[in-house]
């Protein structure tokens, strides 16, 4: 059972990343942040808008002091949003993960599309993969800086 899990992200500072589908690059950005964006099966809206204006509001580039205290919007980077339905699974027993708490593919991809149009509308380009094909991730992380966002217990 799914135990309150909302909306996760696994944001990474790059200075370059990018997702092919196919052998053709489908979304690219230099400096800016990676975002793998996990859907649960009790998302709502509110959880993608709180975790759009986080992503863009975090402080995690470098100011003039050295000091992370700057937003990809304060840089003037890019968000290279992916979908990633793996970030809900669980591998308690066994050793084949279950992804019984990850959405099904057609809320997935509403509640992913609904995160990348509010990321949109807070103003950094925004590239993105494709939903539900096999995409091939690369990027050059910075520093490295990883985080994990989740919606649970906003505010």
Not at 86 to 108: H, M, Q
Not at 131 to 136: A, R, S
């Amino acid at each position: 059972m799914l135990q309150n899990k909302r909306m996760k992200l696994v944001v990474q500072r790059v200075k370059a990343a990018s997702v092919e589908v196919e052998g053709k690059i489908v979304g690219e950005i230099g400096i800016g942040l990676l975002v793998l964006v996990g859907v649960s099966r009790e998302d709502t809206v509110a959880d993608g808008a709180y975790l759009a204006k986080k992503t863009v509001n975090l402080r995690i580039f470098d100011d003039d002091a050295g000091q992370m205290n700057r937003s990809v919007l304060d840089i003037g980077g890019a968000v290279l949003a992916v979908s990633q339905f793996t970030l809900y699974g669980d591998c308690k027993k066994g050793n084949r993960p279950s992804y019984i708490n990850a959405a099904r593919p057609e809320k997935g991809l509403q509640f992913y599309e609904e995160y990348v149009k509010e990321l949109r509308g807070l103003g950094p380009q925004v590239e993105t993969g494709i939903f539900q094909t096999d995409m091939k991730v690369s990027l050059i992380n910075n520093g490295p800086v990883t985080l994990i966002l989740e919606s649970t217990g906003r505010q």
